[in-house]
């Protein structure tokens, strides 16, 4: 009762999820993201969404249309306001990224041939998020290249497919499956298909995909969906404390050095004294321009930039400042409330300055 009233309570400011999709490569993460972002522009509408910053926004009503063709999906409470997935599959983006010493990432997903099993970058993988405690859920993809398997078009559900299955290709299938929970037994991790795992607290989901035909989108988006539901709405209760990280520095035509950062709590304004890390020590500056990409354009095309006030998190967003060159990815912003106040400043420099000291801890482990 308690965990509904807190529910009911915080609906409305839960923030959306950040999400990460890895493994090891050619298993088909680019493909995959690929394939989630052009679910809805093949009716001719891009339902909204958008490649922002070093991140792609799914509205909540994209996401909705595709986990509503399954019984579960109809079943969710729609309470995030978008899904928002890291545009840069692959395990750089992963090992680098955190705010406050955890993960950036609320949820990962962790892309794994079904033909080849767990391979060396998969087990990396899996080592980091068990590290950062990021729940994640299984894709296993290309299913589509099992022997005489039958792809069904236009994102069908996973088990709509493996019914029209021939029996041989059916049977194929369930013996991948199983070859693929053993390897994951093997290094301590319980798997269940996710239509048969009662308890997504101590197993991990299975998610049969194919980036080329779509089977498994629904699915795959439906958990994503039903996974902070169970788990993490306290991590996603939105946070007036600014929580944010440096994706890239980058050097923009007409802007000079800018960097992108995810905003993943608290609100961020023009004019906001920031601190960075930096390689000489942390940076002080303050935001010149706060900046998103247009709406309709790609992300590349040259002074498409939208500029904003404020940005409340969660969101991916370009920030135009001084004296940015030597600032470092992978590492916290912090907004210094009162630029006047030493202890403030001592403060800020010591939390930024800790991000950096487990970045250089890490280069040193690997
Ligand atoms: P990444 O390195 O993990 O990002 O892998 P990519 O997304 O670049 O995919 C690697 C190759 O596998 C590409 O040639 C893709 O077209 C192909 N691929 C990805 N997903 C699938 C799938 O579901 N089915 C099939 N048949 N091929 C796929």
């Known amino acids: 009762e308690k965990a509904q009233a807190l529910a009911s309570r915080t609906a409305d400011h839960l923030r959306s999820p950040v999400i990460c999709i890895l493994g090891h490569v050619d298993t088909g993460k ?14 001719g509408e891009a339902g909204g969404i958008t490649q922002q910053i070093g991140a792609t926004y799914f509205p909540i009503d994209a996401v909705k249309k595709e986990a509503t063709k399954l019984a579960e999906g109809r079943q969710l409470d729609y309470n995030v306001p978008s ?15 955190r705010s406050r010493g955890s993960s950036l990432c609320d949820i990962a997903i962790l892309v794994v041939d079904i033909l080849h099993g767990l391979e060396p ?4 993988s899996i080592g980091l998020l068990k590290a950062r405690k990021t729940p994640f859920i299984v894709a296993l993809n290309k299913i ?3 022997y005489d398997w039958d792809a069904q078009p236009h994102n069908c559900p996973t088990r709509d497919s493996i019914a029209k299955q021939p029996r041989h290709a059916r049977e194929e299938f369930m013996r991948r499956v199983r070859d693929a929970q053993l390897e994951f037994a093997e290094i301590g991790f319980n798997t269940e298909l996710y ?8 197993t991990v989901s299975l998610v049969p995909t194919s980036a080329i035909s779509g089977e498994g989108i629904p699915d795959l988006l439906m958990l994503l969906l039903a996974l902070p539901q169970k788990l993490l709405t306290d991590r996603l209760m939105f946070n007036p404390l600014l929580e ?15 960097i992108d950062v995810i905003l993943t709590g608290g609100t961020i304004r023009e004019g906001d004294t920031i601190m960075v890390v930096g390689l000489d020590g942390p940076i002080v500056s303050t935001i010149r321009a706060l900046l998103t990409p247009h709406p309709m354009k790609e992300m590349r095309v040259k002074g498409q930039y939208l500029h ?12 135009s400042a001084e004296g940015m060159e030597k600032a470092v990815a992978g590492t916290q912003l912090m907004v210094v409330q009162d630029p006047t106040s030493e202890v403030e400043m001592e403060y800020c420099r010591d939390e930024v300055m800790k991000d950096f000291q487990t970045i250089l801890t890490d280069v040193d482990k690997s």
Do not use: C, Y
Request: no cysteine; glycine share 6%.
């Open 30 to 43: 680019t493909k995959i993201l690929d394939r989630i972002r052009r679910t809805n522009v093949q009716d």
């Open 144 to 146: 589509d290249r099992i």
């Open 121 to 124: 970058q998969t087990k990396e």
């Open 244 to 258: 944010a990280t440096v994706l890239e520095v980058k050097v923009i035509e007409g802007l000079g050095t800018t």
């Open 308 to 319: 904003h006030k404020e940005i409340k998190a969660a969101q991916g967003i370009k920030i």
């Open 195 to 202: 239509w048969e795992n009662e308890d997504p607290r101590k």
């Open 83 to 97: 899904l928002l997935i890291i545009d840069t599959p692959g395990h750089e983006s992963f090992t680098n990224l």
